[in-house]
């Protein structure tokens, strides 16, 4: 059973500011919150789950304080339209400092819709891409549809968060690729194994304080008569060509 209190301060952590101030976020459903107890990079702090989620998991459970829920308090303390069984509170993870040099990375310049960030990150895991850096004004990594787009792959991708044109400049004699409508066939390139790979806003593009940074311009060619892919879309068929 979960008190009130312990329900009022999980539905806080949907807001940023209440996560901040605790250094948590929430994770909801069994796949997630399944990769993240089995990820030496999460530590999951409290539980609160349906009795036979905790039966079918218990081995999972050794280090966690869990806590059985009937439906009706997992439907009060889920972020969810679709209460699904778990809910986890976790500890946010460490920003440690991280180098550019002889690594494929991602860029994102203001990707504000949760969704796309989340799938973003979930596609750099596919592809092998461990770290993303991020304008400031990118979705919040630990935002709930964030967290529950990566599907586990938050705890395996490194994402940070940098004013972009000067930490790119900062960057000596890594090579900077810009997703553009025009610009060199990304299908006819060869893989890179180093660089910074620059996707940005669907609706406004990259910034111009970015392009002037560029090494090249690289473009997906069109065939038909959509105006622009979507962002998440769009990384997935770069990281295909480039990796």
């Avoid at 999972?60 to 869990?66: E, Q």
């Avoid at 829920?69 to 500890?91: D, F, G, H, M």
């Amino acid at each position: 059973m979960i008190s009130k209190s312990q329900s009022k301060y999980i539905q806080s952590l949907g807001q940023k500011k209440h996560r901040d101030e605790e250094g948590v976020f929430i994770a909801e459903g069994p796949k997630l919150v399944t990769e993240l107890l089995k990820s030496k990079n999460a530590e999951v702090k409290n539980l609160y789950a349906l009795d036979d989620w905790l039966h079918d998991n218990e081995k999972l459970l050794t280090d966690v304080d869990a806590i059985a829920i009937n439906e009706a308090e997992l439907e009060k303390i889920s972020q969810l339209k679709t209460p699904n069984r778990v809910v986890a509170v976790v500890k946010k993870f460490e920003e440690k400092e991280s180098t550019t040099k002889g690594k494929l990375s991602l860029v994102l310049d203001t990707i504000q819709d949760p969704g796309n960030f989340g799938t973003i990150i979930r596609t750099a895991d596919w592809f092998g891409v461990q770290q993303i850096f991020c304008s400031h004004d990118c979705a919040d990594l630990y935002n709930p549809k964030v967290v529950q787009a990566t599907t586990g792959s938050i705890a395996r991708v490194k994402v940070f968060y940098a004013d972009l044109p000067s930490w790119v400049k900062q960057q000596n004699e890594i090579r900077v690729y810009v997703t553009m409508l025009e610009g060199k066939d990304v299908t006819r390139m060869t893989a890179i194994k180093e660089g910074l790979i620059i996707i940005g806003n669907e609706a406004n593009g990259i910034h111009d304080d970015l392009l002037q940074l560029a090494n090249e311009r690289i473009t997906i060619p069109r065939k038909g008569e959509a105006e622009s892919l979507n962002a998440g879309v769009a990384t997935g068929i770069v990281l295909a060509c480039l990796v």
